[in-house]
């Protein structure tokens, strides 16, 4: 994964990288990932490291400028209190998850198992049309890994009941002309009252 600078994906490249060490790959070739990885305002922040730095040396400056200042209780809150997005599908909603949990792990120590939050946490920040379906599934599933197969699952069998990129779109617009009507309503509306004055001074 490229990392530009972005302090949004800071928390998905540091796993990334956390997990090519732990597969222990040569340390040379994994400095060598992190710089080719490395672009833009974050290319440049390594540039001037010297060619013995240490891994953890590096990670330790790219901290510095880029992990999050959340405390252990900001991370939790955005954890917990995230709720799926209208066009966010279930494996995209689940990866998010996974990135906000990682903002835990580096703030402090898992108050749970990592596998039971982010199970509690994928069904119960589901959209509501959603989770109506699923309630029962959710009881079923033992891991993540199979609630999110379950939950794909009935997204795929009804997509009527669930939330489309174009049903967004449909309803963004019929709310904009409903809103647009409103105004032309109250403006026609000002205009008439404005006349009757102007006829009627007594109503002034």
């Given at each position: 994964?490229?990392?530009?600078?972005?302090?949004?994906?800071?928390?998905?490249?540091?796993?990334?990288?956390?997990?090519?060490?732990?597969?222990?790959?040569?340390?040379?070739?994994?400095?060598?990932?992190i710089r080719s990885s490395l672009q833009g305002q974050a290319g440049h922040?390594?540039?001037?490291?010297?060619?013995?730095?240490?891994?953890?040396?590096i990670m330790s400056k790219l901290d510095s400028a880029y992990c999050t200042?959340?405390?252990?209780?900001?991370?939790?809150?955005?954890?917990?209190?995230?709720?799926?997005?209208?066009?966010?599908?279930?494996?995209?909603?689940?990866?998010?998850?996974?990135?906000?949990?990682?903002?835990?792990?580096?703030?402090?120590?898992?108050?749970?198992?990592?596998?039971?939050?982010?199970?509690?946490?994928?069904?119960?920040?589901?959209?509501?049309?959603?989770?109506?379906?699923?309630?029962?599934?959710?009881?079923?599933?033992?891991?993540?890994?199979?609630?999110?197969?379950?939950?794909?699952?009935?997204?795929?069998?009804?997509?009527?009941?669930?939330?489309?990129?174009?049903?967004?779109?449909?309803?963004?617009?019929?709310?904009?002309?409903?809103l647009e009507e409103l105004k032309a309503a109250v403006k026609q509306l000002?205009?008439?009252?404005?006349?009757?004055?102007?006829?009627?001074?007594?109503?002034?």
């Open positions: 994964m490229k990392f530009n600078g972005d302090p949004l994906d800071y928390q998905l490249w540091r796993q990334q990288l956390r997990s090519l060490v732990g597969e222990q790959h040569p340390v040379r070739g994994i400095k060598d990932a922040v390594a540039a001037f490291l010297s060619p013995e730095v240490t891994i953890t040396e200042l959340d405390t252990e209780a900001d991370a939790l809150w955005s954890f917990y209190g995230a709720r799926q997005r209208q066009e966010e599908t279930v494996a995209d909603w689940g990866c998010r998850l996974e990135t906000l949990l990682a903002q835990v792990e580096r703030s402090g120590p898992l108050p749970q198992p990592k596998d039971a939050m982010v199970r509690q946490a994928l069904w119960g920040g589901l959209m509501q049309s959603l989770k109506d379906l699923s309630a029962f599934q959710f009881q079923q599933a033992s891991t993540v890994d199979e609630l999110c197969v379950m939950l794909r699952r009935i997204e795929r069998d009804h997509p009527n009941t669930l939330p489309t990129k174009a049903n967004v779109r449909q309803a963004q617009a019929k709310n904009t002309s409903e000002t205009a008439e009252v404005k006349n009757l004055k102007e006829q009627n001074p007594r109503m002034s």
